[in-house]
C-alpha cells in the first residue's frame, strides 16, 4: 500500500475535527490535540500504581494521550483507575490501554468489559489485531455500547417500613462490580400486644399482595412494607458544545481574549465514549503485519468508522475521499547531542525514528514514546521536548512554517 498525500496530510486537526464522517470521540481528541498544542502519547510502561500514577502528573500537561499496559500493574485496583481518571480529567489527556485483543467474540467482550481490568470502565481507546476476522471489531464495538449504556442507567431500589425509615439500595454502573450492597437495618419496632391473626400486606410497585401470617412470637403486629424500584436513565454528552473553533480564533481555537482555560471550557469534559484502535503495523523489525494484511486492516476499519478511530502505524494509512483516521506511531525517539538523526535501535529488535520524520515524511498524527521519557532525569522537561519537536513537524506538514 503506497504512501500518497492524502488531503488529510496537510488538513489540520480542528478542520478533520469538522468532517462529516468523524466520529464524536475522535472529534474531540483532534480538538484537545490542538488546544494544548500537542500530538504526544506518552506509553506508560510501568509495574506499580504509584509509578503510574507519578508519571502521568509528571508529563499530563504535554502529551494528548497517556498508554497503559494495566496487566503489567502488579497492585492494579480501583485506587489505580481512581487516580489516573482523576489525574486525565485534570491535566486533559485520554487514556488508551494497550490491550492488543486478539481472540474471538466473545473472549473479547469479556476482555474488555469483565474481569480485574474492566477496561471498557475507565479507558477512553483500546487496540486489536484482526487476524481473528472483522468479527472482533464487532464484538468490541457491540461491548462498548453495553458498557455505555450501563454506564447510564441507574436502578435504585427503596423498602419503606412502618418506623418510617428509608433504607434504600442503590445499584450503578460505577458500583457493579459489588455484589453487596449497603442497606440500612431500620431501628428495633417496639413490643406489641397480641393480636388476633391479620394478613400481612405487602405492596410491590403499587400492587398489594396479601397472605395469613400468624401472631408473631413476641406478639407484633404485621406490618406493611413497600417495596419499589426507579431506573433512572441518564445521557452523557456525546460531543463537545459548543465548538471551541470559532471564526477568527487562532489555530489552537483561542480568540484574542481566551486564555486556554477558557477554551477548554468551551470544549467540555471527555464524553463517555470509546473507541477502537487497529493494528496495522508495528515498529518492530521483521514484522509480519504488512501487504494484504495492512490493506485489510484499513478495509475494516472502513466498515465501523463509529467505532475504528485509526491505526497504530508506520504512517498514515488514509487513501480514500473520506478517510479521516489518526494514525498512533511507537518507535519514537530523540537522538541525543551528535547523533545523525538516523534510525536507531534498542537491541530487542525496536526501531526508532524521529518525530520529524514520523509526522512530517510519513504523515503519522500522534507519535508515541516511552523510554525517551520514562528514563529521563528529569521526565516533564523532555515529555515537553517530545512535545515541541512533534507539533513543529505537524505545522511544517500543514504549511504552518517552511
Known amino acids: 500500500m503506497p504512501t500518497s498525500q492524502h488531503p488529510t496530510w496537510t488538513l489540520p486537526f480542528r478542520d478533520r475535527a469538522l468532517l462529516s464522517e468523524t466520529s464524536p470521540l475522535t472529534a474531540y481528541l483532534l480538538r484537545l490535540i490542538t488546544i494544548k498544542r500537542s500530538n504526544l502519547c506518552l506509553s506508560a510502561d510501568v509495574t506499580s500504581t504509584s509509578e503510574l500514577l507519578a508519571v502521568a502528573e ?10 497503559t499496559h494495566a496487566d ?4 492494579f485496583s ?22 492488543k485483543f486478539g481472540d474471538i467474540g466473545s473472549t473479547v467482550q469479556k476482555q474488555y468489559t469483565a474481569g480485574p481490568l ?8 483500546t487496540n486489536a489485531h484482526i487476524f481473528p476476522g472483522p468479527a472482533i471489531v464487532k464484538a468490541l464495538r457491540e461491548a462498548a455500547a ?35 450492597p449497603v442497606i440500612e437495618e431500620p431501628e428495633p419496632e417496639p413490643e406489641q400486644p397480641p393480636t388476633d391473626s391479620s394478613p400481612t400486606t405487602v405492596v410491590v410497585n403499587g400492587t398489594h399482595l396479601q397472605a395469613p401470617t400468624p401472631h408473631h ?47 477548554f471550557d468551551r470544549l ?8 477502537l484502535l487497529l493494528l496495522a503495523e508495528m515498529s518492530s523489525e521483521g514484522h509480519l503485519m504488512t501487504g494484504d494484511y495492512t490493506a485489510k486492516c484499513v478495509e475494516i476499519a472502513r466498515q465501523y468508522k463509529d467505532f475504528v478511530m485509526g491505526f497504530v502505524a508506520q504512517r498514515s494509512l488514509n487513501q480514500r475521499e473520506g478517510d ?71 505545522e511544517e506538514r500543514i504549511g504552518l512554517k517552511g
Open 78 to 99: 480501583d485506587r489505580t483507575v481512581r487516580g489516573l481518571r482523576e489525574i486525565a480529567k485534570r491535566k486533559r489527556f485520554l487514556v488508551f490501554e494497550d490491550r
Open 217 to 263: 412470637p413476641n406478639g407484633r403486629k404485621p406490618s406493611i412494607v413497600s417495596v419499589s424500584t426507579t431506573i433512572h436513565m441518564q445521557t452523557e454528552p456525546i460531543s463537545p458544545q459548543p465548538t471551541p473553533f470559532l471564526d477568527g480564533s487562532d489555530a489552537d481555537g483561542r480568540s484574542s481574549s481566551d486564555d486556554r482555560d477558557t477554551v
Open 324 to 394: 479521516n483516521f489518526i494514525t498512533m506511531t511507537p518507535g519514537c525517539s530523540l537522538p541525543p547531542p551528535g547523533h545523525d538523526g538516523g534510525a536507531m535501535g534498542d537491541g530487542l529488535g525496536q526501531q526508532y525514528n524521529t518525530p520529524r520524520k514520523l509526522v512530517l515524511e510519513q504523515g503519522c498524527d500522534v507519535v508515541i514514546v516511552g523510554r525517551g521519557i520514562l528514563k529521563a532525569e528529569d521526565r516533564g522537561a523532555e515529555a515537553e521536548r517530545y512535545r515541541k519537536e512533534a507539533w513543529e513537524a505537524y
Open 58 to 67: 509528571e508529563v499530563g500537561d504535554s502529551i494528548c494521550l497517556l498508554k
Open 146 to 180: 453495553d458498557s455505555i449504556a450501563a454506564y447510564n442507567t441507574h436502578v435504585c431500589t427503596e423498602i419503606t417500613g412502618p418506623s418510617g425509615l428509608s433504607p434504600r439500595t442503590s445499584r450503578s454502573y460505577d458500583d457493579a462490580d459489588d455484589d453487596s
Open 268 to 275: 467540555g469534559s471527555t464524553p463517555f465514549l470509546r473507541a
Open 118 to 125: 474492566s477496561i471498557a470502565k475507565w479507558a477512553e481507546i
Open 72 to 75: 503489567i500493574i502488579n497492585d
